[in-house]
């Protein structure tokens, strides 16, 4: 049940936003547990949310889903200190339990949500190829007109996803996603910490790379640059500081 939101348009019925996140996996190239990543969730989140929509949490698999270490702002490396909104959400007990407890993406009825947005983190590069049922819910949200939106890594998806003709939904479309640039800054920061030996890849494949290889248009911003792009009813974000921007052209999209 939702709770009163005095920005709400119509409050016998919000715009309802289907959020997705990568259920956990282990890195191929690294060996890493990986997951999702905090503020391509919360960021959006509270965008949303603090527009009148309702938000519901699903995953390809349903259950727990966990996080990647470096987005939570509480992690040794103080990596993600600087994010108060994922410490809000963090600390506030029926969020988490919603995080430990989502949906799978097979029962997302789409006649009850007005647009998918799909979560990035490391796990979707290693999951997303498999998550059949995603794949498909995502190309029919978008065949039906409805927002269809992913960020940073989440746009791995559309490498996989086709059309009804057999078409990459992203062939044409002009969109963004983790760039090669920042691919690069990722790997020297490994190997200058040590986590990887100098040379090797944190990711077995690269999103701008794969998707220019299907007809998109890749676009970004540079690197770490606040960036979302909207293609029509299909809205990209560049990476983790984009949640709020791919958040608001959602919010464009759909109106209040």
Not at 176 to 192: K, L, M, P, V, Y
Not at 207 to 227: D, K
């Amino acid at each position: 049940m939702s709770l009163y939101n005095p920005n709400r348009v119509n409050p016998q019925r919000p715009k309802r936003i289907a959020l997705v996140i990568a259920n956990p996996a282990t890195s191929s190239s690294t060996g890493w547990p990986v997951g999702f990543w905090w503020s391509e969730v919360t960021h959006p989140y509270y965008v949303l949310t603090e527009a009148g929509y309702e938000v519901t949490f699903f995953s390809p698999d349903g259950g727990a889903c966990v996080a990647d270490a470096l987005s939570d702002p509480n992690d040794a490396s103080g990596y993600s200190r600087h994010d108060l909104i994922s410490q809000g959400f963090l600390h506030t007990p029926e969020l988490l339990a919603r995080i430990a407890n989502t949906t799978p993406v097979q029962d997302l009825v789409s006649a009850d949500y007005d647009a998918l947005l799909v979560a990035g983190g490391q796990a979707p590069m290693f999951n997303f190829a498999n998550a059949h049922a995603l794949q498909q819910q995502f190309a029919a949200f978008h065949a039906a007109g409805k927002v269809v939106a992913a960020l940073c890594h989440g746009v791995a998806l559309l490498a996989f996803t086709q059309t009804t003709t057999g078409e990459y939904l992203a062939s044409g479309k002009t969109i963004t996603g983790f760039s090669n640039q920042e691919e690069d800054q990722a790997d020297q920061a490994a190997w200058h910490y040590g986590w990887l030996p100098s040379g090797q890849s944190i990711m077995p494949w690269r999103i701008e790379t794969r998707l220019q290889e299907i007809g998109a248009n890749f676009v970004h911003a540079g690197a770490w640059q606040s960036y979302a792009v909207r293609d029509g009813n299909l809205i990209t974000g560049q990476q983790n500081f984009s949640g709020e921007a791919t958040a608001r052209l959602m919010i464009e999209a759909l109106g209040r």
